[in-house]
């Protein structure tokens, strides 16, 4: 006689449905239906389970409806989620410590350094921060991604949050999405999360899916400084692009952004938020944090163009001939540079024109051949992907799926044309063909 197998529960591989929380105040904890009211764990992930607990010891709650049941789950919810945090943070601690005490134990043993010596004993501190103290500005923007790509990845939800936009009459109509590629659309989408704010929480507390951060000063304030300085790092993005930018202005702009960096460290540490318009809306206590956050794009940014800030000397030669000192130039410059410097009409043709212009017109090759071949190196340097980027743009409009039986040849001809800034001869063009006359 065949044996039948006892059927298991747990292979049947029931989900949870979000609408359970409002029906029956329940919520899936490891794969486990919790109750919020009782915090009892049910052993079967089926509604007419969950329905029969509901009845049999939570029936009162039927008299709260609408907008007073949503809050009563939103409360209970937050209350469990504190209840479960007070178990996972102890241990979570620990572990931070004990990776800390490794951590400078490592710096110690490779260093060789004493232990009482300044410089040392900071780098073993910052090193200890960094683990005891992760990168609260990354928790923030994970919490805005997810939330934002729950309400947009789902037609639904987006069609439902625009219709509340439109209901309360806010003053934008959408989110905006993140996309990693294009890091610049995080200023935007930052930016554009923050204004609705409110009416983010409202729409996320009616899906069940609140967001605690929402009601958190510390988080919007956190928010409020990543606006601030995404926005601030987005305009000196736009300044770095664009066609015929040279290495040296480059440099300058980067140069100017380092330094205002460093005014806003100072200004934060006194507690002075005037270039950070939407952090004062928070009137943060503290703000040392945020002068942190400052110094460490200063070092960021002192690391990412150590190289280029090394040929700074010869950038000056090339972007300020007349103001360089002959003396503090390499020898074979010197006695050009000397002759440069003291005519007259090249300096007042300097002034009135660009500076590739006046090489192009009035440093020849015969009275300045070594300052000429200088300028040639620098001009020729591309200072950033503004060329590739633009490149791949036109070859994503030119090979298309409607255009399928476009060759190769034919498509590098084309970009050619397309990306090229010389102007074809077509007088010439027109000359090489012969003239076909009709029969």
């Excluded at 710096?107 to 009482?116: D, E, G, Q, R, V």
């Excluded at 609705?196 to 304030?221: A, C, I, T, Y």
């Excluded at 300085?229 to 993005?237: D, M, P, Q, R, Y």
């Amino acid at each position: 006689m065949a044996t039948v197998k006892k059927r298991k529960v747990d292979a049947e591989c029931r989900l949870f449905q979000e609408k359970w929380t409002n029906d029956f105040f329940l919520v899936e904890v490891k794969g486990k239906p919790v109750c919020l009211v009782c915090g009892e764990a049910l052993a079967v992930m089926k509604k007419a389970n969950l329905e029969r607990h509901y009845n049999t010891k939570h029936a009162k709650l039927d008299e709260l409806k609408g907008p007073m049941r949503v809050d009563k789950v939103n409360t209970l919810r937050r209350s469990l989620e504190a209840q479960q945090a007070a178990f996972i943070r102890p241990s979570s601690d620990r572990e931070n410590i004990t990776r800390a005490s490794f951590v400078v134990s490592e710096l110690i043993a490779k260093k060789l350094k004493p232990h009482a010596k300044g410089e040392f004993v900071k780098e073993c501190l910052v090193a200890a921060a960094e683990v005891l103290a992760p990168d609260k500005l990354n928790n923030v923007m994970k919490t805005v991604v997810s939330t934002i790509n729950f309400i947009k990845s789902r037609g639904l939800n987006n069609r439902q949050f625009k219709e509340l936009l439109s209901e309360l009459e806010s003053e934008y109509g959408d989110l905006v999405y993140h996309c990693e590629v294009r890091w610049l659309s995080r200023a935007n989408m930052l930016a554009r999360f923050y204004t609705l704010r409110e009416e983010v929480k409202h729409f996320m507390e009616m899906k069940g899916k609140p967001v605690m951060e929402l009601s958190d000063g510390k988080f919007l304030s956190d928010l409020a400084f990543m606006v601030d300085i995404t926005k601030h790092l987005s305009e000196l993005n736009i300044k770095l692009q664009g066609p015929n930018q040279l290495v040296s202005s480059l440099l300058s702009n980067v140069k100017t952004f380092e330094v205002k960096l460093r005014l806003w460290q100072e200004q934060l540490e006194r507690g002075n938020t005037v270039h950070f318009p939407t952090l004062q809306e928070q009137k943060p206590d503290v703000m040392t944090e945020y002068a942190g956050e400052c110094a460490k794009l200063v070092q960021a940014f002192d690391e990412r163009f150590h190289d280029v800030k090394n040929i700074q000397r010869e950038l000056d030669m090339f972007a300020m001939p007349f103001n360089v000192q002959p003396s503090d130039v390499p020898d074979k410059f010197q006695m050009e540079i000397i002759e440069l410097q003291n005519n007259n009409e090249l300096k007042a043709k300097y002034n009135n024109l660009s500076l590739l212009d006046f090489y192009k017109l009035y440093v020849s090759a015969e009275d300045f051949p070594i300052l000429r071949r200088h300028a040639l190196k620098f001009a020729s340097l591309f200072g950033t992907t503004y060329r590739c980027e633009q490149f791949f743009s036109k070859l994503t409009l030119a090979k298309t799926r409607f255009r399928s039986r476009l060759t190769d040849p034919n498509l590098e001809n084309q970009l050619r044309v397309a990306s090229s800034s010389l102007p074809a001869d077509i007088r010439c063009l027109s000359k090489e063909k012969q003239f076909q006359p009709s029969h």
